[in-house]
């Protein structure tokens, strides 16, 4: 309990370190430009913003019905503007629509900018949970329109995609050494969307500004439960005889606690695994008198801790790909080695003498690849080193080393 203790004190420390305030703007509907201060907030929903002008000393609200834009730094820019969207579109697929087309409904609100440039990219988050991608780009005459992506039933019982902001890319957002092969791989979502239109701003040679939406999220904590199926090798060496690598299969159960950086791609992380292991090793050194031979019978609990850092390749939405790498401290609870050691000769066996002996702690490092679905549901593919849970002992190495699976829900 005293290292989830520590963990959480640590997480609440690096927390308290976040700003109260972040300079920005806001322009009225006038088009006077007040510069000033937010109170650090979600700056995605404007009726918690709080805002004070440089020589106020007290925050107080906006209102929305007078404000046309506003924005902190190269995080956030907010525009009011009239635009359509389909409402058809929803999150909750056993209430999709049974037709492909868009039902378009006109709005007024604050589009998130996403990307500045000769092209822009923009984002809309409803109250429902929807979330949409608009695009425009004035010097072609392109006005804000949606990217048209939606689910919907094509029988009773398929679900169906209309994804027709993969033609809007194609017919639009075509850079001159573009081919329609490098946009059909573009799924709908920001990051993938922001590169579309940072590559066509460069190959246009405009400088793109990308809004990174970052300030105001604040650190995450995030729990998760697991179980492992590993294929673990195990042998004993240093010592005569030394045994052959025997492959085995053994379970594993644990938890995991993390600390989710703003930009939702770096995670720090403390990982507490029990393992359960049980094997046997055996080897023979031939002489041309005799043979020994030597059994190595292990049993043991673990209790494994991983301490590492998480980077996350999709970071908005949905995660898609994550690796990690973590140092391992692998403490057996309970169990031991047995050595038996025989001695053959051509009547039989000639002696044989058997040794217990305690495990000790070792170290490994442990690494990692997986996928994670709608941020809840994972699965990785984890490798671990040999660790020597034969201590320090110059007599002899106990050697354990596993790859597997990783069922993970977080919660």
């Known amino acids: 309990m005293r290292i989830f203790t520590f963990i959480a004190v640590f997480i609440t420390a690096i927390s308290s370190f976040a700003q109260e305030q972040q300079a920005g703007y806001y322009v009225t509907n006038k088009g006077n430009r007040v510069e000033g201060y937010f109170k650090t907030t979600d700056f995605t929903n404007f009726s918690l913003l709080e805002f004070k002008e440089k020589n106020e000393s007290s925050f107080s609200k906006l209102n929305k019905e007078e404000v046309s834009e506003y924005g902190v730094g190269v995080e956030y820019r907010?525009?009011?503007?009239?635009?359509?969207?389909?409402?058809?579109?929803?999150?909750?697929?056993?209430?999709?629509?049974?037709?492909?087309?868009?039902e378009w409904e006109t709005v007024t609100d604050f589009l998130n900018m996403l990307v500045e440039g000769k092209a822009e990219l923009y984002t809309y988050s409803t109250a429902k949970g929807g979330e949409y991608f608009l695009y425009a780009i004035p010097t072609e005459d392109i006005e804000l329109q949606q990217f048209?992506?939606?689910?919907?039933?094509?029988?009773?019982?398929?679900?169906?995609?209309?994804?027709?902001?993969?033609?809007?890319?194609?017919?639009?957002?075509?850079?001159?050494?573009?081919?329609?092969?490098?946009?059909?791989?573009?799924?709908?979502?920001?990051?993938?969307?922001?590169?579309?239109?940072?590559?066509?701003?460069?190959?246009?040679?405009?400088?793109?500004?990308?809004?990174t939406n970052n300030t105001g999220?604040?650190?995450?904590?995030?729990?998760?439960?697991?179980?492992?199926?590993?294929?673990?090798?195990?042998?004993?060496?240093?010592?005569?005889?030394?045994?052959?690598?025997?492959?085995?299969?053994?379970?594993?159960?644990?938890?995991?606690?993390?600390?989710?950086?703003?930009?939702?791609?770096?995670?720090?992380?403390?990982?507490?695994?029990?393992?359960?292991?049980?094997?046997?090793?055996?080897?023979?050194?031939?002489?041309?008198?005799?043979?020994?031979?030597?059994?190595?019978?292990i049993t043991a609990a673990i209790l494994n801790f991983y301490p590492g850092v998480r980077y996350n390749f999709k970071s908005e939405k949905k995660y898609k790909l994550f690796a990690d790498l973590a140092v391992g401290l692998n403490i057996p609870v309970s169990g031991d080695i047995k050595?038996?050691?025989?001695?053959?000769?051509?009547?039989?066996?000639?002696?044989?003498?058997?040794?217990?002996?305690?495990?000790?702690?070792?170290?490994?490092?442990?690494?990692?690849?997986?996928?994670?679905?709608?941020?809840?549901?994972?699965?990785?593919?984890?490798?671990?080193t040999g660790k020597n849970l034969g201590g320090t002992s110059s007599n002899y190495k106990v050697k354990l080393s596993r790859i597997g699976l990783n069922f993970i829900y977080t919660f």
């Open 78 to 102: 907010f525009i009011k503007k009239t635009f359509k969207i389909d409402a058809s579109k929803l999150l909750n697929e056993r209430r999709l629509t049974s037709s492909y087309e868009p």
């Open 339 to 384: 050595f038996t050691r025989s001695i053959l000769i051509d009547s039989g066996v000639y002696g044989s003498e058997t040794y217990e002996y305690n495990l000790n702690a070792a170290t490994s490092a442990n690494i990692g690849i997986g996928y994670t679905y709608n941020k809840k549901y994972s699965i990785a593919l984890r490798y671990e």
């Open 217 to 297: 999220k604040g650190y995450e904590m995030k729990f998760s439960v697991f179980a492992g199926i590993y294929n673990t090798s195990y042998s004993v060496t240093d010592t005569r005889p030394e045994s052959g690598t025997e492959n085995f299969i053994s379970p594993g159960v644990g938890v995991e606690v993390a600390l989710v950086f703003p930009s939702e791609k770096w995670e720090v992380f403390m990982r507490a695994e029990f393992e359960s292991i049980s094997s046997e090793a055996t080897g023979k050194y031939v002489r041309s008198y005799n043979t020994e031979v030597g059994d190595y019978e």
């Open 148 to 211: 048209v992506y939606k689910n919907y039933m094509r029988s009773h019982t398929q679900v169906a995609q209309n994804t027709t902001y993969i033609q809007q890319i194609v017919d639009n957002l075509m850079c001159d050494n573009g081919t329609v092969i490098n946009y059909r791989s573009v799924d709908y979502d920001e990051d993938d969307l922001i590169a579309v239109f940072e590559n066509y701003n460069a190959c246009n040679n405009v400088e793109s500004i990308t809004y």
